[in-house]
């Protein structure tokens, strides 16, 4: 359940960008680092800073989003603030799937019903929860 660019300029393949070079039809910006944009994980840390502070008590995805992405947004914002924990609580949600197939944006599947119609299969959701004083509930 995790998603790992591979590339040879890594000097660890968990590395994550903070920072993505320009690709044509997308959104970018002119900066000393040259045309782009920030990393998907820098901008959801953005957003979450600016609505809910550098600590706050509830964060929620779904269990595909634990790795790398959360781990990404804890290492980021609690090395930028010095204050940890990013989140004292973590929820979880299952995948939801549709004819055993996982429903996303990514696979062009976000767009059918949540609800399997006759002669579908769908698979249970789940969630789980877990106080993080101290360390997500990953580590």
């Known amino acids: 359940m995790s998603r790992i660019d591979d590339n040879s300029k890594k000097r660890n393949p968990g590395d994550f960008a903070l920072w993505k070079g320009r690709k044509d039809g997308e959104p970018f ?5 040259g045309p782009g944009r920030p990393g ?4 959801d840390t953005t957003i979450t800073e600016t609505f809910f502070g550098p600590s706050y008590d509830l964060h929620g ?6 790795f ?14 010095g204050i940890e924990p990013l989140a004292r609580y973590w929820t979880h949600t299952g995948l939801l799937r549709v004819d055993g197939e996982k429903m ?10 949540a609800m399997p119609s006759p002669g579908r299969t769908s698979a249970p959701c789940g969630t789980r929860s877990s106080p ?7 580590s």
């Open 61 to 66: 995805g779904a269990v595909a989003l634990i």
């Open 40 to 43: 998907w994980h820098i901008e």
């Open 68 to 81: 790398p992405h959360q781990e990404a947004e804890v290492a980021q914002m609690e090395a930028a603030s």
């Open 132 to 138: 993080s004083a101290t360390a997500p509930p990953w």
């Open 104 to 113: 996303s944006k990514s696979t062009g599947t976000s767009s059918r019903s």
């Open 29 to 33: 910006w002119e900066t000393e680092l």
